[in-house]
């Protein structure tokens, strides 16, 4: 059911080169349209289901935009999507931590910052998700966009600045030059989460629903306490590669005498997690 394009090396070092120089890449047909037609039933119903509840924070002040955030708590096949071999070959070139002796190598260290869907409504002004600028070669954050409908101009896609990522400033909030990148439904657009980048405002009256991950090293804070939140029916869905990936090998130690190592690996996704969880009514 979830078919993920195969890249081979000429591609990933055109993704990786395009990324480092530009700060953003793009894969064209990454899933097919019948996996882009299944998601994008998924995420619709998900949305209609929670559209009337308030969100703090969201729900006052971005009232035209669809979203629906963390949707790794709602089906396993988004962490699928995300865990899926194309994916992992890209960011482990890019936002693996060389120095974590508890993971394999060729294995994933990063961890999800935070999944949502969203269709955009309103302009979304320039930004950047890194919570920092810098002008250094290597970044800790990126984001995919994954398009489940098509995402031109006038369903408003994603506009980059590119080179922007290096430029150690903070952002200019208006879109003073910058680049469009539409996307057809199936695309996969990644981005250094230090680029500045919004969205163009909405014309059109179809959806445009894109799923956005936001991946990252280790050691950033996520946006939500993804391990905590999880439903733990999901949790032993998972391997163990997809666990780390939540964040389980990642967790501040109690203390000193559970572990002096943060970079913990596999053996502590390992470790019986059941009182970890805070077992949240989603519906
Ligand atoms: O929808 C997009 O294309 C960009 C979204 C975005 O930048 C964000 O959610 O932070
Ligand atoms: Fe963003």
Redesign the pocket.
């Known amino acids: 059911m979830l078919n993920t394009k195969k890249i081979n090396i000429n591609q990933l070092d055109k993704i990786i080169n395009d990324f480092e120089i530009l700060g953003y890449a793009k894969l064209t047909n990454f899933i097919d349209d019948e996996t882009c037609n299944y998601l994008n039933k998924i995420v619709n119903s998900l949305y209609q289901k929670n559209k009337k509840k308030k969100l703090p924070g969201y729900s006052d002040k971005r009232p035209n935009d669809k ?1 629906v955030f963390n949707l790794q708590n709602k089906d396993k096949i988004f962490i699928d999507l995300i865990s899926c071999a194309t994916v992992e070959k890209i960011l482990i070139k890019i936002i693996n931590d060389k120095y974590y002796t508890n993971i394999p190598p060729d294995k994933p260290n990063y961890i999800l910052g935070e999944l ?1 869907a ?1 269709s ?1 409504g309103d302009k ?1 002004k320039y ?1 950047m ?1 890194s919570w920092l600028p810098s002008s250094g070669k290597k970044t800790w954050m990126v ?1 995919l ?1 994954i398009a489940l409908d098509d ?1 031109q101009i006038d369903e ?4 980059i600045v590119p080179g922007s990522h290096r430029s150690d400033n903070y952002t200019d909030r208006n879109f003073p030059s910058g680049s469009a ?1 539409p996307l057809k439904k199936g695309d996969l657009a990644i981005w250094d989460s230090r680029i500045w ?3 163009l405002p909405k014309k059109s009256k179809k959806n445009a629903w ?1 799923v ?1 991950a ?1 991946m990252q090293m280790w050691w950033v804070k996520q946006r939500f306490d993804l391990p905590r939140g999880l439903p733990y029916d999901i949790f032993c869905l998972l391997s163990k590669k997809q666990k780390a990936l939540i964040g389980y090998s990642s967790l501040p130690p109690i203390n000193e005498f559970f572990t002096t190592d943060a970079r913990q690996g596999y053996k502590s996704v390992e470790e019986n997690k059941q009182n970890l969880f805070l077992k949240l009514d989603e519906s």
Request: proline share 0%.
């Open positions: 979203q949502i969203r955009s979304l930004h998700d984001q966009a995402r408003g896609c994603t506009m990148v980048h919004g969205a894109a956005i936001t």
